[in-house]
Structures are given as structure tokens and as C-alpha cells.
């Protein structure tokens, strides 16, 4: 067997132990970027994303490519016979996919929002598990402005982002973001970006809303090419809005990639990175566990519609 599917499989048996060992009364959400996943026929890739997200409730998939919705099916039948999938159509060259299981119920189904004008629509699911109902805004931001993508900039799209929080007007209070935001937190020599930067936009928005990102709390790089952390569970943990979230303990950045890390330097070489990406992805996992056991909110229900 291939000395990195030992050491991957070997990785994800402790993995698993640490997702698992909370109990029923929670759910596992997760975030990952699969770079360009479908563009080609390829079984062997699928069977590794199915491995690395093997126990997650509701996983969120950014950057699947326009023929790729055969490819997140067989993802979904790879995780497991449980596993449920639903995928966007196609906004500006790529899609979007939600898989889930029980206890992981839509209320209504996904859709791409066109009241949130970002170059890419995000696509929104409506779920319910035990008592946390809850609406995930799945998103994939321009990584900068182009000819193509013009004038959707970083900071522009943060912008419309924050517009859309000051205006949103329904009763679903309980709202995450996940996705990948393209937003580093190296910015050249600094750790965090400077004032008036398009990154520091990023840090503007969740201050602004009392948000927080599971990711940037974990600290852990979600690029497995450098110590930038892209890829985000955002929400707000007050208590009127996801009080749900089960606290810090329960969050992981698998750094699945470390199977690939041939010559054991702890960083991926550029022939690594290459195997890995393609094996894979060139993302990390990003996870987070919510109660579903705490008194109903009196949000929505299923006949609420969108």
C-alpha cells in the first residue's frame, strides 16, 4: 500500500476519535476548498476527500468546476450511504455543494442568493438539526479585481458582505458564513494586515458584527502552501444569534496534507504541494461542532420557505 494512504489513514483514525468523542448532542460542520474537483474523472481523489471528510454532518464544498456535480454525488455516496448532496448552479466558471446527513435536515432547498451581489452568488441552505435551526451562507470571494471580475475587488466585496449584515431583515437570527474568504492574515512583513489594506477589510467585518472565524482563533494556516488562513466558519456566538457553538475546543484545521510531507521538514516542497493538490486539494478542512440539544429559538420552521 502507498506510504502516504497509510499515513493518511493513520492521521484520520485519531481525526475521527476527536470529532466523534463529543456525543450526540452535537453536529460537525464543515468547510473545504476543492480546487477545480470534478474538472476530470478521477476516482482515486474522491475516495481521499471522502476519507478526510468521513464523520462531518454538514459539510460545505467551494470551487467545484461547471461538470463537477456528478463528481460531488460520488463524493457523497463515497462518505457513506447516509450522505445527502445538493449543488449550486454554476456563478462565474464555478459551483457550489452542500452534503449532509441525519440529524442534518434542509428545510428548504439550497439556492444561489441573488440578493447578496457578490462576483460569485453565494449559495445559501436553510437546516435543521434536533433543536439548532440555522442558515449557512456559503461563499467563494474573488481572490482580486481583473478584467474579468472588475470592479469585484476584496474590500468590495467585504463591503457588500457588511451592507447585507446591516440590512438583512428576517427572523432566522442563527446565521453562519463558511467558505473560502481569500483574505490572508500574512500581509508581507506584518501578521495582520495594515489599516486601510483590502485584507484589513476582512478584520473590519466581523468587528463590526461581532463575528468571530473558528479559523482565525485556531490560529492554523488553511492554505497548505503557506501560513495564510483563507478558509472561515464565521457567525456571531451571542446569545441571541448561534449560541449553539460548542466553544474552541471543538474546532480543527486538519492538516491532512502532512501525508505528503515525504522528507518529515513539516512543510511541503514544491513537488509535494503538487502531489498533494492534486490528490487532494490545496486547502485545509476547516471544522466546527454546534449543541443541537439547547432550548428551540423560535426560529424558523418548515414551512417557512426560503
Known sequence: MNSRVIALAVFLFFWAGNICSAGDAMITIGTFNLQHFGEADNPERIRNIAKICRDID??????????GTAAVTALAEAMGPDYRAAVSDETTWERFAFIWRAP?????????????KLGRRPFVGTFRAGNFDFVVVNVHLFWDG???TYPHTRSVEFKLLDDW???RDDIELDLLFTGDFNSPNMYYSYRFPPALSSHYSFYELLSRHNMI???????IPTSIANENIYDH???NPDHNFVEEFAGADHVRILKWDSAWDTDG???LDWNEHNRARLAVTDHRLVTARFRIDLPDDDGITADSGN
Open 58 to 67: 454538514l459539510l460545505a464544498l467551494q470551487e467545484i468546476h461547471p461538470d
Open 265 to 267: 521538514d513539516n512543510r
Open 146 to 148: 481583473s478584467k474579468k
Open 213 to 219: 472565524s473558528v479559523s482565525v482563533d485556531a490560529g
Open 233 to 235: 466558519i464565521i457567525f
Open 165 to 167: 449584515l446591516c440590512y
Open 104 to 116: 442534518v435536515t434542509p428545510i428548504s432547498p439550497p439556492f444561489l442568493d441573488p440578493s447578496l
